[in-house]
C-alpha cells in the first residue's frame, strides 16, 4: 500500500498550516457535490470501509499525472495558507504568541501531540468506518486516533460531563442521504487549519455524502464566536480504498527529539542575534 514519502515532520507542519488539503471545488465540480442518483452505492447510508484523504499531496499530484521528486515534473504550488483575518483581535494576538514560540525552533516546534479536529480530517492517511448500532466510528491510522459519532442521541452531553477533548463529542443524524455530524466540546491544544488558535467554545459541522459509489464528499464549517469573526469552510474529498487495511501508528516510536516538560528540545533551538 502506497503511503506519503515524505518525513512526519513535513507532515505534520504541512497538516498543522492547512498547505495539504486542496479545495474541492479545484478537484470535482459543484454539479455533482449531491450525487448523481444512477452512480450511488445501493445503500447510501452505508459509510463501512476504508478510506483516504483525497486532499494530500500526493493524491494531487497522483491526479495531475506527477509524482514527487520527480525532477522531470513540476510540483504545482500548494494552497495558501489559512488567512488571520478571520481572527478576532484578542486571538489574534494568541497567534502571533503562538507563532514567536515557533521562531524559537529552527525546526518548528512538531510534537507528537494529537492533531485533534479538524486537523485530523486532512491528514494524509487513511480511516476506517465502521457501523454499529446506534454509532458510527471512524479509526484513524494517524496517531491510532478513535471518533465516535452517536446517532441514538440528539443532545450532546450535558456540560458537567462534557470533557475538553481533542475530537470533542459528536453527535449525528440523516438529512435525506447526507450524514451530518455536530461536533463540540474541544480542548485548545490543537489549531484550525493554518495555526489558527480556537477557543473552547468551537463547534464543528460535517456533511458528508457520496458523489458516486466511491467517492464522499464532507463540507466542514467551523464557528467560534470569540476566535472567528466568521465561520470557516472546507470541502474535503475522500476515496473508497477497499484493498487497503489500517495499520498500527506510533509518533513516538521514532521521536529523537522529544521536549521536556517544559517544552524545551535538546536541539533546534534558534540562537538569537546578538543586540
Given at each position: 500500500?502506497?503511503r506519503c514519502?515524505?518525513t512526519?515532520?513535513?507532515?505534520?507542519?504541512?497538516c498543522?498550516l492547512?498547505?495539504?488539503?486542496l479545495?474541492?471545488?479545484?478537484i470535482?465540480?459543484?454539479a455533482?457535490?449531491a450525487?448523481?442518483?444512477?452512480?450511488l452505492p445501493?445503500?447510501p447510508h452505508?459509510l463501512?470501509?476504508?478510506?483516504?484523504?483525497?486532499n494530500t499531496l500526493?493524491?494531487?499530484?497522483k491526479?495531475?499525472?506527477?509524482?514527487?521528486?520527480?525532477?522531470?515534473s513540476?510540483?504545482?504550488?500548494?494552497?495558501?495558507a489559512r488567512?488571520?483575518?478571520v481572527?478576532?483581535p484578542?486571538?489574534r494576538?494568541?497567534?502571533?504568541?503562538?507563532?514567536d514560540?515557533?521562531a524559537?525552533?529552527?525546526?518548528?516546534?512538531?510534537?507528537?501531540?494529537?492533531?485533534?479536529?479538524?486537523?485530523?480530517?486532512?491528514?494524509?492517511?487513511p480511516?476506517?468506518?465502521l457501523?454499529t448500532?446506534g454509532?458510527?466510528t471512524?479509526i484513524y491510522e494517524?496517531?491510532?486516533?478513535v471518533?465516535?459519532?452517536?446517532?441514538?442521541?440528539d443532545e450532546?452531553?450535558?456540560?458537567?460531563?462534557?470533557?475538553?477533548?481533542?475530537?470533542?463529542?459528536?453527535i449525528g443524524?440523516?438529512e435525506?442521504?447526507?450524514?451530518?455530524i455536530?461536533t463540540i466540546?474541544f480542548?485548545t491544544h490543537a489549531t484550525?487549519?493554518g495555526?489558527l488558535?480556537?477557543?473552547?467554545?468551537?463547534?464543528?459541522?460535517e456533511?458528508?455524502?457520496y458523489?458516486?459509489?466511491?467517492?464522499?464528499?464532507?463540507?466542514?464549517?467551523?464557528?467560534?464566536?470569540?476566535?472567528f469573526?466568521?465561520p470557516?469552510?472546507r470541502?474535503?474529498?475522500?476515496?473508497?480504498?477497499?484493498d487497503?487495511?489500517i495499520?498500527?501508528?506510533?509518533?513516538m516510536?521514532?521521536?529523537?527529539?522529544?521536549?521536556?516538560?517544559?517544552?524545551?528540545r535538546q536541539?533546534g533551538?534558534?540562537?538569537q542575534?546578538?543586540?
Open positions: 500500500m502506497a514519502i515524505t512526519m515532520v513535513e507532515i505534520r507542519k504541512l498543522r492547512g498547505l495539504l488539503p479545495a474541492s471545488a479545484m470535482y465540480s459543484s455533482v457535490s450525487g448523481d442518483a444512477a452512480s445501493a445503500d452505508d463501512s470501509g476504508v478510506w483516504m484523504n483525497d500526493d493524491e494531487t499530484l491526479r495531475s499525472g506527477l509524482k514527487r521528486l520527480d525532477p522531470k513540476a510540483t504545482p504550488a500548494p494552497p495558501a488567512s488571520t483575518d481572527l478576532t484578542a486571538y494576538e494568541k497567534y502571533d504568541a503562538l507563532a514560540e515557533r524559537r525552533y529552527a525546526e518548528g516546534v512538531q510534537t507528537c501531540h494529537w492533531p485533534g479536529m479538524p486537523a485530523i480530517l486532512s491528514y494524509p492517511y480511516f476506517e468506518i457501523h448500532p454509532r458510527i471512524m494517524a496517531e491510532s486516533q471518533r465516535r459519532i452517536y446517532l441514538d442521541r450532546h452531553l450535558p456540560f458537567d460531563e462534557l470533557d475538553p477533548s481533542y475530537n470533542g463529542d459528536s443524524h440523516w435525506g442521504n447526507t450524514l451530518v455536530d466540546g480542548n484550525v487549519w495555526d488558535p480556537h477557543s473552547e467554545d468551537m463547534r464543528i459541522v456533511r458528508m455524502a458523489v458516486d459509489e466511491d467517492t464522499v464528499h464532507s463540507e466542514v464549517t467551523i464557528t467560534d464566536p470569540q476566535a469573526k466568521q470557516i469552510t470541502t474535503l474529498v475522500y476515496s473508497k480504498r477497499p487497503w487495511r495499520r498500527e501508528y506510533s509518533c516510536e521514532n521521536n529523537r527529539d522529544a521536549p521536556d516538560a517544559q517544552g524545551n536541539g533551538v534558534v540562537e542575534a546578538a543586540p
